[in-house]
């Protein structure tokens, strides 16, 4: 009977601490960071799409690095470029963005460091290494 117990208070003690760690409230940053990818994967599912409109050609990129600078720049002409509104998922992308402006300049602005302010690097994405097997 011992034992049982001893697996039953671990167990307690287990889902506990998972119940807690997601309650945590995500910080700034780590908003910015996960909606800032969010928003990168939803474009490229756009631009591969069969099904969209062919406007979605014409709309800039929209690759995010939260840490240059001019990801402020392009998400603003983003949000603004005039093509594609009649698109749903267009329009969502552009509500989405103009989130994540909103939140990087008003809620955001003191909590992060932009490390470069390379607009470049924004138009030409990294792609990630190859591995080899």
Do not use: W
Request: charged share 25%.
């Amino acid at each position: 009977k011992l034992p049982t117990m001893k697996m039953l208070l671990l167990l307690t003690a287990l889902l506990s601490a998972a119940l807690l760690a997601r309650a945590a409230p995500p910080t700034c940053y780590s908003r910015v960071l996960s909606l800032s990818k969010e928003i990168t994967e939803s474009f490229k599912e756009l631009q591969t799409s069969k099904t969209v409109d062919s406007c979605v050609e014409t709309l800039p990129r929209l690759y995010l690095d939260i840490h240059n600078y001019c990801v402020l720049a392009k998400l603003r002409d983003f949000v603004a470029y005039p093509g594609c509104d009649r698109v749903v998922e267009v329009s969502e992308l552009k509500e989405k963005a103009r989130s994540l402006y909103t939140i990087l300049i008003s809620h955001c602005r003191r909590d992060l460091v932009f490390l470069t302010d390379d607009c470049n690097a924004l138009e030409i994405p990294i792609s990630p290494p190859i591995e080899h097997s």
